[in-house]
Nanobody
Framework: QVQLVESGGGLVQAGGSLRLSCVVS????????MGWFRQVPGKEREFVAS????????YYGDPPKDRFTISRDDAKNTMYLQIDRLRPEDSAVYYC??????????????????WGQGTQVTVSS
């Protein structure tokens, strides 16, 4: 059973940066794709980015690619999401997830099998 624990969220002023972390344990996550999603109340989870753990290959969704950077540290079993030049519209709960799907470009939340509890990001204007 894969377990994921996010951290790194918080309150930040617009224009600032945050690095979210997701510590992964258990299961065969090293042969899986992992992703970041975000969700605001009343809306569906929005795909942000994914990474293939074994190769480090990356894929980004609709949020501006030049402000988001996904990465992973194999030695620390940790995936990261760096968000730069934060905007108020980036405010959301950010979730990390693991997908058994072989497709790195899978953006559907229902294609992800394990989820963390989420970390809140709030950006003030």
């Amino acid at each position: 059973q894969v377990q994921l624990v996010e951290s790194g969220g918080g309150l930040v002023q617009a224009g600032g940066s945050l690095r979210l972390s997701c510590v992964v344990s258990g299961g065969a996550f090293r042969t899986s794709n992992m992703g970041w999603f975000r969700q605001v109340p009343g809306k569906e989870r929005e795909f942000v980015a994914s990474i293939r753990w074994s190769s480090g290959a990356k894929y980004y969704g609709d949020p501006p690619k030049d402000r988001f950077t996904i990465s992973r540290d194999d030695a620390k079993n940790t995936m990261y999401l760096q968000i730069d030049r934060l905007r108020p519209e980036d405010s959301a709960v950010y979730y990390c997830a693991v997908s058994k799907s072989p497709y790195l470009t899978t953006e559907r939340a229902d294609q992800y099998d394990y989820w963390g509890q989420g970390t809140q990001v709030t950006v003030s204007s």
